[in-house]
């Protein structure tokens, strides 16, 4: 039996030999003060965002839904924590706390809307995501706002034991979810609901529960990576913060082989899919790419892999081994 | 079903719509009068063209999140082609046409032949379109030419060209929508794909169809945009997929498919734009930021209620 993460590890794998191999300079790794630097490093760094966007994405993925919202949710998250600090005062915990508060609220309001409204999550997550924005830009006046906190830039750009800190907040709440999924019954009802919740319901379980709490946890990775975005730039820019970051979150879930229709839920699998995306992203950077043109790629790339999982696509291939075994 | 019943969301869209305009009237000086109403028409001109467009695709039971920036791409394609080509106006605009079609058609396509949602096509096809619109020219760009400032100023009696195209667009729409064969099989896909199949009606081609029809309405409404603002704008796109899909729905038509109509869709985009008008210029209060929350708010609450009344009347599919 093939292993279960194997397409997503080879994808990475040849991505990074390619780079390793024709990038120059991406393989230099050096020590300076105490502090890994270079490309691999750059990696995980700028990539912590949409880690941990894809974690909270697939749960909501799982149960056969969508949040399209999470990109606005960082804009918003990083603007409340810089105003709170620079207009208000408050001290570094109150603002990270309130801001992430707010990241939660707007999940329960989506959650909400979707398990007992019964409104399609694309309605709801679309609508948060130009209202969040909205808001955010209302807050702030359409201003970017510098702040100079160190203990909060920390979030964004300190060190522990030489690694870039946002790593640890990736892999403290990838393990914190995983345990969830793997050591307690979640996961289990995660799936049951994303492959049929009629059935699920049928079987007792708390449905709209569920759905609520995957959609808050989905809204708190945002609200985080928002912080960890703005500790970076030490900035709140609620114009570009999490701009189309959704459909990077999105293609790194179907990338790791969750499937968009629900039912299957693989955690390891999204992370390898980020950290795939940081590799391409970094990459086309690296070979003079501008951004907006980056959006073009990707798009292709999520287009591909998402019909690769299509019966379509499997109807394609056994065709073409029959034509090649003739 | 008697007409009423028929066209009961549409009916209760246009009453709602005459009360918040009678409401305005008595509260704002000198608002009850033609060039308010025109103005209404003129300044939502573009998002009305764009929302012609998605009425089609959520009739059949779809959705096309790319039209914002189709719409960006069109308006900027026509842009560089007359500025830094030096093409004739309506060569330009031909070719944006054309190729906002194809986008639509391809998206379409996809959808069709390898049953990836909608909205993962759209959502893709989005992004896409936007990277194509920075790949041709990077910044938004200022079009001055004679032959297309002629276009911009000329007007057919008291109404600019924008508010003629778009109410051009509602006509031909309904036309389409109601009277023609193309019509009935939006209606039927949106009812039900496998009975419209069973039925012998071109699904394939249909589906196709729509998303070509809402694809050729958001590169419309990017040469509208043009007129408009004399210029080709990477920012106006932003989030016009929300209020077009939000004009649809005020407007009686149902996200699951199968119901509504694109005369609703003008009633939803004059609504939007009496809401928004009222507020920002006549209470003056605020900002860009804010009317997104607000529409955003709207259009959930538009959709709340017609989860209500539709439950209770038992039209549609549960979703």
Known sequence: ?326 | MNFVRKHITVLAGALVYVLLYAVAALRYEGFFSLPVFINFLSNNAVLGIVAVGMTFVILSGGIDLSVGAVMSFSSVLIGVLVMDMHWNVYVAIAAALVCGTTLGAVMGAIVHATGIKPFIVTLAGMFFVRGLAFLIHLESISISDPRHTAIALASVGPLPVTAVLFLGFVLVGWYVAVLTPFGREVYALGGGEEAALLMGLPVRRTKIAVYAVSGFCASFAGAALTFYLSSGSHLEGVGMELDAIATVVIGGTLLAGGVGSVFGTLIGVLMLGLILTSITTYEGMMSSGMTRVAIGGLLLAFVLLQKVLTRRAGVGRAT
């Open chain 1, 1 to 326: 039996m093939r292993a279960r993460n194997f397409w997503p590890w080879v994808a990475l794998a040849a991505l990074l030999v390619f780079n390793l191999l024709f990038t120059p300079g991406f393989a230099r790794l050096e020590l300076r003060d105490g502090r890994l630097f270079g490309t691999l490093v750059d990696i995980f760094q700028n990539g912590a965002p949409v880690m941990l966007l894809s974690v909270g994405m697939t749960l909501v993925i799982a149960l056969g839904g969508i949040d399209l919202s999470v990109g606005s949710v960082m804009a918003l998250s990083g603007a409340v924590a810089a105003l709170l600090m620079t207009e208000q005062g408050q001290s570094v915990p109150v603002a990270v706390l309130a801001a992430l508060a707010l990241a939660v609220g707007v999940g329960a309001f989506n959650g909400a809307l979707v398990a007992y409204g019964g409104i399609q999550p694309i309605i709801v997550t679309l609508v948060m995501l130009v209202m969040g924005r909205g808001l955010a830009q209302a807050l702030t006046h359409d201003q970017k706002i510098r702040f100079e906190v160190p203990a909060f830039e920390f979030i964004g750009n300190g060190t522990v034991l030489g690694l870039p800190f946002p790593i640890f907040l990736v892999a403290a709440l990838a393990l914190l979810v995983g345990l969830m999924l793997t050591r307690t019954a979640a996961g289990l009802y995660l799936e049951a609901m994303g492959s049929n919740p009629r059935a699920a319901r049928l079987c007792g379980l708390r449905v709209h529960v569920i759905r609520l709490v995957a959609h808050m946890t989905c809204s708190l990775c945002a609200g985080l990576a928002g912080l960890i975005a703005a500790a970076d730039i030490k900035e709140a820019d609620v114009a570009n913060a999490g701009l189309y970051l959704e459909l990077d979150a999105i293609l790194a879930v179907v990338l790791g082989g969750t499937s968009l229709t629900g039912g299957r839920a693989n955690l390891v699998g999204s992370l390898i899919g980020a950290t795939f995306i940081q590799t391409l992203t970094t990459m086309l950077q690296m070979r003079g790419v501008i951004t907006e043109h980056t959006l073009i790629i990707k798009a292709a790339v999520a287009l591909s892999v998402c019909f690769m999982q299509t019966p379509a696509f499997e109807r394609l291939a056994r065709r073409f081994r029959s034509a090649e075994a003739a």
